[in-house]
């Protein structure tokens, strides 16, 4: 395996109108392709911080993001956002699906945002997405006629869209029962056996996840213990 992430002394301080907060300091870690690595803490440890270094949401105040040798905060305004959406699926706890929209318009939307995949083909390539999370005959229905499992196999499925390498998963199961997040749990082993390399935020102690190790923060910092 070669290295697809390196994160090197990520800092992130937040000025408020009193004091300033420090979220990460000096975070260091690399992540080899084809991985799946679990981010876990308590909350306030900075793991959703951590999420937004690592896809482009937020600039570090110091360090360095390298995702498949691409330093992504040299990365400006729509390069960033074009970078992320080609090459980053995320996941969400609250699915974050367009209520007005179809689950089919869900799943083809960052299609038509990253123009990778031909517009003849989009159609196409959402349906054979939604077969494979195994929900096909939900691509008319909307978000709010479907369950929370379903609606979390949607948001797996828009992730996937561009056919990313790199996905962010952000508790994904945290709403989920466990039936449900077992079945999340296989649907992320079986992106692992192709090869996605996949950061993994939960708190759950227990995991069906076939993870190659776990990263803890505490206050900013990553655990030595």
Same mark, same amino acid.
């Given at each position: 395996?070669?290295?697809?992430?390196?994160?090197?002394?990520?800092?992130?301080?937040?000025?408020?109108?009193?004091?300033?907060?420090?979220?990460?300091?000096?975070?260091?870690?690399?992540?080899?392709?084809?991985?799946?690595?679990?981010?876990?803490?308590? =909350?306030?440890?900075?793991? =959703?911080?951590?999420?937004?270094?690592?896809?482009?949401? #937020?600039?570090?105040?110091?360090?360095?993001?390298?995702?498949?040798?691409?330093?992504?905060?040299?990365?400006?305004?729509?390069?960033?956002?074009?970078?992320?959406? =080609?090459?980053?699926?995320?996941?969400?706890?609250?699915?974050?699906?367009?209520?007005?929209?179809?689950?089919?318009? !869900?799943? +083809?939307?960052?299609?038509?945002?990253?123009?990778?995949?031909?517009? !003849?083909?989009?159609?196409?390539?959402?349906?054979?997405?939604?077969?494979? +999370? #195994?929900?096909?005959?939900?691509?008319?229905?909307?978000?709010?006629?479907?369950?929370?499992?379903?609606?979390? *196999?949607?948001?797996?499925?828009?992730?996937?869209?561009?056919?990313?390498?790199?996905?962010?998963?952000?508790?994904?199961?945290?709403?989920?029962?466990?039936?449900?997040?077992?079945?999340?749990?296989?649907?992320?082993?079986?992106?692992? #056996?192709?090869?996605?390399?996949?950061?993994?935020?939960?708190?759950?102690?227990?995991?069906?996840?076939?993870? =190659? *190790?776990?990263?803890?923060?505490? #206050?900013?910092?990553?655990?030595?213990?």
């Amino acid at each position: 395996m070669s290295t697809f992430i390196e994160v090197k002394n990520l800092t992130k301080i937040f000025n408020g109108s009193d004091k300033r907060f420090t979220a990460l300091n000096g975070v260091s870690f690399s992540v080899e392709k084809g991985e799946l690595v679990i981010v876990s803490g308590k =909350s306030g440890s900075g793991k =959703s911080t951590l999420l937004n270094m690592l896809s482009g949401i #937020d600039q570090p105040t110091q360090g360095e993001v390298i995702i498949d040798q691409v330093p992504i905060h040299s990365y400006k305004g729509n390069q960033l956002a074009a970078w992320r959406g =080609s090459n980053v699926g995320i996941v969400f706890q609250f699915f974050q699906l367009m209520p007005t929209l179809t689950i089919l318009e !869900n799943v +083809m939307l960052p299609m038509e945002f990253a123009s990778i995949v031909p517009q !003849n083909q989009q159609k196409k390539r959402a349906l054979e997405l939604l077969e494979r +999370m #195994d929900i096909v005959s939900l691509a008319n229905k909307f978000p709010s006629s479907i369950s929370g499992g379903e609606k979390q *196999r949607v948001a797996i499925a828009r992730a996937l869209a561009n056919n990313p390498q790199f996905i962010i998963a952000d508790e994904p199961t945290g709403n989920l029962d466990s039936i449900n997040t077992a079945s999340i749990h296989q649907l992320f082993n079986s992106l692992v #056996d192709e090869g996605k390399t996949i950061v993994y935020v939960t708190h759950e102690k227990d995991t069906a996840l076939r993870y =190659s *190790r776990k990263i803890e923060l505490v #206050d900013g910092q990553i655990s030595t213990k």
